[in-house]
């Protein structure tokens, strides 16, 4: 089962700033198949990233991926009020499909 | 537009089998995997196991014993079977489209799970 750990738990920025999430497996990805979701409380979790690097339709050009292999990172240019939620990268190259624990995204 | 539309029973007891189902609307049903997700309350996400049209499954080693996930090509449906609940079940539990190879990109509305005596 591939392991995958986010960090930080928990990032505290203000709106503007840029925002940089990592997500580190404990074995390759296959194929780059990871994704990034962004979940907002009460809803259900929306894909934001494919591929490492693919923006899902209507997705805004200030999220941006990169990595392969076994390191991955979410970036937000400039935090917009709403881009405050909980993000979650997932594998689904492998079975069984995981996600990493989540990076809270709030409000400084 | 895809719409994935979900039911089934909110409350169980102890020892009862959960049984969702999920409606797809919109798109090709045959071209993908689908997939149930759940998520504990205040906790992350958990994969539970997914199928494609011609019924091949894979799931979640910690549920297999427990999970049955079933398809329905006729009705563009696809539904979640998981036997013997406990309390550590109670979740929200969501349908998707996607699994093997394919990103989830399509969520139905989730359905809280609530195992309680």
């Known amino acids: 089962e591939i392991v995958l750990t986010q960090s930080p738990g928990t990032l505290s920025l203000s709106p503007g700033e840029r925002a940089t999430l990592s997500c580190r497996a404990s074995?390759?990805?296959?194929?780059?198949?990871l994704a990034w979701y962004q979940q907002k409380p009460g809803q259900a979790p929306r894909l934001l990233l494919y591929g490492a690097s693919s923006r899902a339709t209507g997705i805004p050009d200030r999220f941006s991926g990169s990595g392969s292999g076994t390191d991955f990172t979410l970036t937000i240019s400039r935090l917009e009020p709403e881009d405050f939620a909980v993000y979650y990268c997932?594998?689904?190259?492998?079975?069984?499909?995981?996600f990493g624990q989540g990076t809270k995204v709030e409000i400084k | 537009q895809v719409q994935l539309q979900q039911w089934g029973a909110g409350l169980l007891k102890p020892s009862e089998t959960l049984s969702l189902t999920c409606t797809v609307y919109g798109g090709s049903f045959s071209a993908y995997y689908w997939s149930w997700i759940r998520q504990p309350p205040g906790k992350g996400l958990e994969w539970i196991g997914e199928i494609n049209h011609s019924g091949s499954t894979n799931y979640n080693p910690s549920l297999k014993s427990r999970v049955t996930i079933s398809v329905d090509t006729s009705r563009n449906q696809f539904s979640l079977r998981l036997s013997s609940v406990t309390a550590t079940d109670t979740a929200v539990y969501y349908c998707?489209?996607?699994?093997?190879?394919?990103?989830?990109?399509?969520w139905g509305q989730g359905t809280l799970v609530t195992v309680s005596s």
């Open positions: 998707t489209r996607g699994g093997w190879g394919y990103k989830l990109d399509y």
């Open positions: 074995q390759s990805v296959s194929s780059s198949y």
């Open positions: 997932q594998q689904y190259g492998s079975s069984p499909r995981t």
